[in-house]
Every structure is written in C-alpha cells, then in structure tokens.
C-alpha cells in the first residue's frame, strides 16, 4: 500500500499540474480526477493562479500558465538547450514534429518538441506530456537502455519488440499513445543522466521509418558529442 503524502494540499496541486499538462478542464473536471469536492478544487486552483503555474483560457478553463514554462526550462536545461537545434532541424527537414523524452519514474515526459514550419497537419507534443514507458516508440527506446530488472511489469510481446528495437537502434509505434499516429524514436545516452530519447510523431510521412531513424540518431550523436557524453 502506497504511503500517505507528507502533505495532502502540496500533493493535490502537483497532481493538478500533472493532469492539466494533458490539456485545458473544467473545475469540475479537475475534482473528479483528484476525486475531492468542486470547492477544494476551486482553492487549489486558484492558489496556482496566483503563482502564474495555471491560467485560464479563452473558454474559460484552466490550463498549465507561463510561470511552468519558466520552471520547465530549467530543467536539464543544458540538454534541452543542445536538443533544440537539432529538433528544429529534424522536424523543418522531414516535415513532423520532433521531440526530447526522458524517463521519470515508470513514465516518459516530454521535456521540449519542435513543430515543422512548414506542414499540412502538424502534430502538437506539449512539453510535460507524459504517458507510461510501456506505451509508445519513445518508451520502447528507453526500456532499451535499461536491464529487465529495472523494467516495470511487461507483457511477453513488448518484451520482444524492445529487444527488437534494441537490435535494430530504433523503436516504432502506431495508434498507441495518440491515436492514429506515428512515432520514431531512437535512444539518446548520455553519461550520468537518465535514459533518454529523441522521436518523432506524425500522421504520415514520406519518409521511411529507417530514414526518419537515420536522421534521429545523427542528432543523438551530435547532442552526446556536445554534452561529452
């Protein structure tokens, strides 16, 4: 049984800032995933209004504010600093949306993403998105850096295809995080940092996924040779 938190008040806003970083809600949605009354909701949300971490849009819902995007910056904000450059090349050279993940617990974030300048559909990857590192290309790429023993509880046929992305130097996922998309990923590791990936998600492409693959790890390789890693 998981242990109570240190302070139940502090716990409800992160859980907060974790559920709005999947998109704007209502107060009353915001209460039924904590699971507290609406006027709970309500100060908590308010309270985070007042640092900046939540506004509310134009519909009046609310959303993650700029003061997280300050706070997010500065998160390994010398690899998201190397990363950026090469995403904004990946993503303007292939058309798609590229993007940096990282392993935080049994989950991956999205620490920054680059959109194309210049495409039909561009697909939105939210810095702070997180999804378990079971799912997706960029989890497959990650659970390949680590030994078994470190994995969460995995079924027979993931087991297989990270072994299979392992082999190959990139993983692959479709209609599996977001629905009818696309992603590519390859592994980025960096000495004495936590397991990493660069990816790509799309719609379609008219790039193979083995080429989109080659492009991802030549700017892994560029990004470890900056870091010294």
């Known amino acids: 049984m998981a242990a109570a938190p240190a302070s139940q008040t502090l716990s409800r806003g992160i859980r907060i800032l974790e559920v709005l970083a999947d998109g704007p809600l209502s107060i009353d949605d915001v209460a039924a995933r904590l699971e507290v009354h609406r006027s709970i909701a309500y100060r908590l949300l308010r309270t985070l209004e007042d640092h900046r971490l939540v506004a509310r849009n134009a519909a009046g819902l609310a959303a993650l504010g700029p003061r997280m995007a300050a706070l997010a910056a500065g998160v390994a904000h010398d690899l998201q600093a190397e990363a950026l450059p090469e995403l904004t090349a990946v993503a303007n050279e292939l058309g798609v949306t590229a993007f940096l993940a990282v392993l935080d617990g049994d989950e991956v974030i999205t620490l920054t993403s680059v959109e194309p300048r210049h495409s039909v559909a561009n697909v939105a990857q939210r810095p702070g998105t997180r999804h378990p590192v079971t799912a997706g290309a960029p989890g497959r790429a990650i659970l390949a850096q680590l030994r078994e023993a470190e994995w969460p509880q995995v079924s027979a046929d993931l087991r297989a295809e990270v072994e299979e992305s392992r082999a190959r130097g990139f993983a692959t996922s479709h209609d599996e995080v977001i629905p009818n998309l696309r992603s590519v990923a390859v592994p980025l590791v960096l000495r004495g940092r936590r397991p ?33 890693g």
């Open 196 to 228: 990493a990936a660069l990816a790509v998600v799309h719609v379609a492409s008219k790039h193979p996924d083995a080429e989109i693959a080659t492009r991802l790890q030549s700017s892994a390789s560029a990004i470890r040779e900056a870091l010294g």
